[in-house]
T-cell receptor
Framework: AQKVTQAQTEISVVEKEDVTLDCVYETRDTTYYLFWYKQPPSGELVFLIRRNSFDEQNEISGRYSWNFQKSTSSFNFTITASQVVDSAVYFCALREPNSGYALNFGKGTSLLVTP | EPEVTQTPSHQVTQMGQEVILRCVPI?????FYWYRQILGQKVEFLVS????????KSEIFDDQFSVERPDGSNFTLKIRSTKLEDSAMYFCASIKDREIAEAFFGQGTRLTVV
């Protein structure tokens, strides 16, 4: 069963638009960690954020913000005023203590920002 | 800033050959991982390694795969007899401790089996 669902396969926006990438997760653990990673065309995985299950505070970092809602098992990622350099594949991931702490990735959302 | 380094960046090998992918995790990290990403697909967990032994492995990590930490710095993934379907990007990752949880990834090794 898919533990992390990223329903949006591809999103295309014009520069300066805001865009939200959805992530829905499934777990029976009460303690778990959620992550977002960015994979630019060069292929590396760039860590963006980690969120613990007991910390539901939303977070903002520059143009990036994350909305964590345990009630709906969602951890959505918003990019404000998108830029061409934001073009990448974005992965949401879940880490559960009962699964050996390995990261369980979603299938990713490919974001294309055009000028 | 400390980083995970992987070598080589790209490896081409003939089907049936053995390959060894190398990783140098961040020096004070204790948990090490290998992940695989087939082109265009999601990143998949292969194996985790702690205290010089495998702590968990996925179904993908069958008998043709092995991992080793031969010295205090290197962490290797060996594929004994490569198949075409082993072609993928292989990522190494390390974690300082489980409570900190953030995994640092290397830049990946692209393995092409021909």
């Amino acid at each position: 069963a898919q533990k992390v669902t990223q329903a949006q396969t591809e999103i295309s926006v014009v520069e300066k638009e805001d865009v939200t990438l959805d992530c829905v997760y499934e777990t029976r653990d009460t303690t778990y960690y959620l992550f977002w990673y960015k994979q630019p065309p060069s292929g590396e995985l760039v860590f963006l954020i980690r969120r613990n299950s007991f910390d539901e505070q939303n977070e903002i970092s520059g143009r990036y913000s994350w909305n964590f809602q345990k009630s709906t098992s969602s951890f959505n990622f918003t990019i404000t005023a998108s830029q061409v350099v934001d073009s990448a594949v974005y992965f949401c991931a879940l880490r559960e203590p009962n699964s050996g702490y390995a990261l369980n990735f979603g299938k990713g959302t490919s974001l294309l920002v055009t000028p | 800033e400390p980083e995970v380094t992987q070598t080589p960046s790209h490896q081409v090998t003939q089907m049936g050959q053995e390959v060894i992918l190398r990783c140098v995790p961040i020096s004070n990290h204790l948990y090490f991982y290998w992940y695989r990403q087939i082109l265009g697909q999601k990143v998949e967990f292969l194996v985790s390694f702690y205290n010089n032994e495998i702590s968990e492995k996925s179904e993908i990590f069958d008998d043709q795969f092995s991992v080793e930490r031969p010295d205090g710095s290197n962490f290797t993934l060996k594929i004994r007899s490569t198949k075409l379907e082993d072609s993928a990007m292989y990522f190494c990752a390390s974690i300082k401790d489980r409570e900190i949880a953030e995994a640092f990834f290397g830049q990946g090794t692209r393995l092409t089996v021909v």
